[in-house]
């Protein structure tokens, strides 16, 4: 969970440099809420996994993908929120969102093929 927590860290100085620095086109105004999203959907899976492992090692698979699922279900029903509510730069929220999903995305199975080959 640490990696996570320094991995939005990092993220969220990168979306900061961008805002301050540069008129970036591609940034919505409201990236705060999108890595607060990330970073809470990341820690519920994250404890959805580590609670569902106690005892038995053999579940992690059907629990990784029941997380993957979960998360892509809360990604929708986030974007499908803020879609109604009618939000400004509806274009650059929804490619923030999406590389911000592709990010997390890559980042927690690189940290779980990571612990993989330790644990192997």
Request: charged share 15%; net charge positive.
């Amino acid at each position: 969970m640490l990696r996570t927590f320094l991995f939005t860290i990092i993220l969220a100085i990168v979306f900061f440099v961008a805002e301050r620095y540069s008129a970036a086109p591609w940034l919505h105004p409201n990236w705060k809420i999108l890595l607060v999203f990330f970073m809470s959907v990341s820690f519920l899976t994250h404890r959805l996994v580590e609670t569902g492992l106690q005892g038995n090692q053999e579940r992690l698979i059907p629990l990784y993908l029941a997380a993957t699922v979960a998360r892509l279900i809360l990604g929708l029903a986030f974007i499908g929120f803020f879609l109604f509510q009618h939000i400004e730069q509806r274009r650059a929220f929804v490619l923030d969102f999406l590389v911000l999903y592709i990010c997390y995305t890559g980042f927690e199975i690189w940290t779980l093929t990571r612990n993989l080959r330790r644990d192997s």
